[in-house]
Nanobody, 125 residues
Framework: VQLQASGGGLVQAGGSLSVSCAASGRTLGSYVMGWFRQAPGKEREFVAAINWSGLRTTYGDSVKGRFTIARDNAKNTVYLLMNSLKPEDTAVYYC???????????????????WGQGTLVTVSS
């Protein structure tokens, strides 16, 4: 499956932004989907994951309560809705997919089989 993230940009602290990930090659219904991010000089960090139906989600501690992951399998698209953005949210955001529809409790880079190219989100103070 090929993943294409889009929607990044510049936003002020406290603002909101949505990024999306379009998949091609396979239907998304067979995959757990997620987002990671990587800030300059830091390791990639788990952000969120969602199971095949969209009914189960999990979030990294740093974004819990502010970010929402959602998916539309009919459109083969996954979304990350980001509210109350902080300068420390500045990073390249990567869309990921795991070849399992159910297990969302995977928080490591090597737990995901497919990666998109990333989209840059910059939060100004």
């Amino acid at each position: 499956v090929q993943l294409q993230a889009s929607g990044g940009g510049l936003v002020q602290a406290g603002g909101s932004l949505s990024v999306s990930c379009a998949a091609s090659g396979r239907t998304l219904g067979s995959y757990v989907m997620g987002w990671f991010r990587q800030a300059p000089g830091k390791e990639r960090e788990f952000v969120a994951a969602i199971n095949w139906s969209g009914l189960r989600t999990t979030y990294g501690d740093s974004v819990k309560g502010r970010f929402t992951i959602a998916r539309d399998n009919a459109k083969n698209t996954v979304y990350l809705l980001m509210n109350s953005l902080k300068p420390e949210d500045t990073a390249v955001y990567y869309c990921v997919a795991k070849s399992s529809p159910f297990d969302i409790n995977t928080y490591t880079v090597d737990g995901y089989h497919y990666w998109g190219q990333g989209t840059l989100v910059t939060v100004s103070s």
